[in-house]
């Protein structure tokens, strides 16, 4: 087995930087070392990474050092149903009942985290975004009246940071910020983009900026050719796993290479999207082609991407060949204790999850479909399918699946004994109210390709979740253990 | 208040976690439909605040109650990781506890905390979490930046907070900003 070279011992090497490598073990991740970046565009006095150029612009300064505390304008400030209310609170109360938002066009209000529930305390928050976006004229406001059929309501889309990319708030050079820690997700569009609590939210609401510690950055240096058996969530894994949970804390995260050049914008956005689980400021990948063609028909405004200067000062920086990389998953309770997939074959699960910001995007059911319909074979336990918004839903229907006999991504899983894909929304991967859809109730085990696996997440606090790619998800489905997805691909 | 320094000295019982503890922990997701902007639910985030540990920490807050006995949490690294939601100062800050003794926050976590002015989220240079139980009585001193465990009587440095202080002092970013006159007062 390709990769089967790799000593296990590996994986308890500390990411800091280390004098010597070991003479046995081939490194997977090369020591971080520091060293001149590849190229970047302009000649510039004062060389700057990517996020510092984006705050440098935001703070209308010409240059920045990491560790200073700037103003920063926004660009699109985001809110949802469960830090919206409270968010909009402290607006009212700290502006005046009848003060009026920095701008209306700036502000992008999505209810997604809990909708399809009977819980009246949840229902009225989504109300209380309605009033206040009417209040407002909030133009872009995601809402959703008929609960009992998402369909019903064109506006509605679902899990907000998908959203935000598929509607075309995510533009590379800008500053977004959301009431949500997965904010960082559009750094996948060469953007600043992180969560804030509820009453930075508000004074933003109310000025249209806030004060901002620069951060430094970790650069991540992926090459290589991608192993057909892995997808952008095991390479995050990876780098989480090596980094820790805290390794990246007050730092921005940028992912370049060539392996990253190849990347489609979703795969991006995994990458991006997990950079708060290693403590992360922001996640950013530098725009390119790939980018500008996403965006094409979605976003009319104009826009500026930047990069990191040759000569930029980082943090550290990681270099990874992807191409030695084995799918792992995240075992409970923290999404940095990575193992192989393949080491915890012994782990009965009575349960998969596909779903959420991370791993409820059209091109993650389109890998467990691709993986079910090799396979031709039935599930083991049960498979719970969350799409993450409308489109995604509407992709897994109609999109017929590329080499399979113009099968789409739902009759596949129907074929394979999976749960209906359900109505799009956060879901189960943060538990949420008592009701809501594939909630884990029960001390159960999970392999899910959502975010977060701390006791809890998913609902019950002795649940045990895994943190898996789809294509390990959807293997795991089919054996009733963790697997391996080169068993199936 | 105007001229007075208050006292930056806690005391009180202290309830000890360990490395990680993140939001979900703090304040389960199933209770963000309370708003903390409202009085009546602020309450009720209190009462349910660390509701998501493990059992083996032992009982933060009695059943019925909506404050615990503890005023101080001693705790690992990366105390308040995960989500972003306010919500997690707010429960802890609202069930009583005014002050957070950690070897390290995650980013979203200190911010909130400052900018809620709900608890003083301060760093200790030792990891104290594995020599301190849950009711030992504590002293947490921000003027001499140490913290004192009178149950062993050791007294551990604590890293300054420096400008974060004030800000949690006044009561949060908004309430700083219009006590130094950076914004106007509430008409």
Redesign the interface.
């Known amino acids: 087995m390709e990769g089967a070279m790799l000593h296990s011992s590996y994986f308890s090497v500390n990411a800091r930087p280390m004098s010597r490598r070991s003479s046995t073990i081939s490194a997977v991740m090369a020591p971080p070392q520091q060293q001149r970046p590849p190229a970047s565009t302009g000649a510039v006095k004062h060389a700057m990474t990517l996020t510092e150029k984006i705050l440098a612009r935001a703070s209308e300064k010409t240059k920045l050092v990491p560790g200073e505390n700037v103003w920063v304008n926004a660009d699109v400030l985001m809110t949802h149903d ?2 919206g ?2 968010t ?3 607006f009212k ?2 502006f ?1 009942a009848n003060a009026k938002v920095w701008d209306r066009e700036k502000i992008v209000i999505i209810p997604d ?2 909708i399809f529930t009977a ?1 009246e ?2 229902n ?2 989504v109300d ?1 975004l309605r009033d206040f976006s009417k209040e407002q004229s909030i133009k872009y406001f995601y809402d959703i009246t008929d609960r009992g059929d998402f369909r019903a309501n064109p506006d509605y889309k679902g899990v907000c940071h998908v959203a935000l990319a598929q509607e075309g708030h995510c533009r590379p050079g800008e500053v977004l910020f959301g ?3 997965h ?1 960082c997700t559009a750094g996948a569009f060469g953007q600043f983009a992180t ?6 939210a508000g ?1 933003i609401m109310g000025t249209g900026k806030i004060l901002l510690k620069v951060p430094g950055t970790l650069r991540f240096v992926l090459d290589g050719e991608m192993p057909s058996y892995l997808l952008a969530k095991d390479l995050i894994l990876q780098i989480i796993g090596e980094i820790t ?2 390794g990246a ?2 730092k921005s995260m940028e992912f370049v290479g060539t392996a990253v050049e190849r990347m489609t914008m979703e795969d991006r956005m995994t990458l991006c999207n997990m950079a ?1 689980e290693a ?1 992360g ?1 922001n996640g950013v990948v530098p725009a390119d082609e790939v980018t500008y063609s996403y965006l094409k028909g979605k976003t009319d405004k104009e826009f500026e991407s930047v990069y990191s200067d040759a000569g930029a000062t980082f943090i550290q920086e990681y270099r990874i060949d992807v191409s030695k990389l084995e799918p792992v998953v995240a075992k409970p309770h ?1 999404p940095d204790k990575r193992a192989l997939a393949r080491d915890c074959k012994d782990v009965k699960i009575d349960r998969v999850y596909i779903g959420s910001c991370t791993g409820g995007k059209t091109e993650d059911f389109v890998a467990a479909a691709k993986l079910l319909n090799k396979a031709g074979q039935k599930v083991k336990v049960p498979t719970f399918l969350v799409p993450a918004t409308q489109k995604v839903w509407v992709d897994l229907y109609a999109m017929p699946l590329p080499e399979a006999d113009g099968k789409t991504c739902a009759q596949i899983f129907e074929e394979a004994g999976c749960d209906t894909p359900a109505s799009p929304s956060c879901a189960a991967c ?5 009701d809501t859809y594939a909630r884990m109730n029960e001390p159960k085990v999970c392999v899910s390709t959502t975010n ?1 696996n ?4 998913m ?1 019950h ?2 649940a045990q979740i895994y943190l898996a790619s789809p294509y390990t998800a959807a293997a795991s489905a089919l054996t009733g253990f963790v697997s391996d997805c080169r068993d199936f691909l | 208040m105007a001229g007075d320094t208050p006292s930056r000295q806690i005391s009180g019982k202290c309830f000890v976690v360990r490395d990680n503890i993140d939001t979900d922990q703090i304040i389960p997701a199933e209770y963000l439909t309370l708003v903390p902007s409202k009085p009546d639910e602020y309450e009720k985030l209190g009462s349910y605040a660390m509701a998501g540990l493990p059992p083996h920490y032992g009982q933060f807050m009695e059943p019925g109650k909506s404050k615990t006995k503890y005023s101080i949490i001693i705790a690992g690294s990366n105390f308040g990781c995960g989500s972003s939601r306010e919500h997690a100062p707010v429960a802890l800050g609202a069930s009583g506890i005014q002050v957070v003794v950690a070897e390290s926050y995650a980013r979203i976590f200190f911010r909130n905390s400052v900018a809620t002015g709900e608890m003083y989220p301060v760093e200790c240079e030792a990891r104290i979490c594995d020599e301190f139980h849950n009711g030992d009585d504590v002293t947490v001193d921000m003027e001499r930046d140490v913290v004192v465990n009178h149950s062993t009587g050791k007294e551990y440095a604590l890293k300054p907070l420096g400008d974060a202080a004030p800000v949690i002092e006044a009561g949060g970013i908004f309430a700083y900003a219009r006590q130094t006159g950076m914004i106007p007062s509430a008409a």
Request: one cysteine or more; a positive charge; hydrophobic letters at 20%.
């Open positions: 469960v830090c209310p409270g909009i609170g402290i109360k700290e005046g985290h809990y819980d305390r949840a009225r928050n209380i009431t949500d820690s904010t969560g804030i609590g509820n009453t930075d004074f949970v805290s804390t007050y708060i403590g400021k923290s943060l538990g949420g109210p008592k977060r701390f006791p809890g997440r609902g606090k002795e």
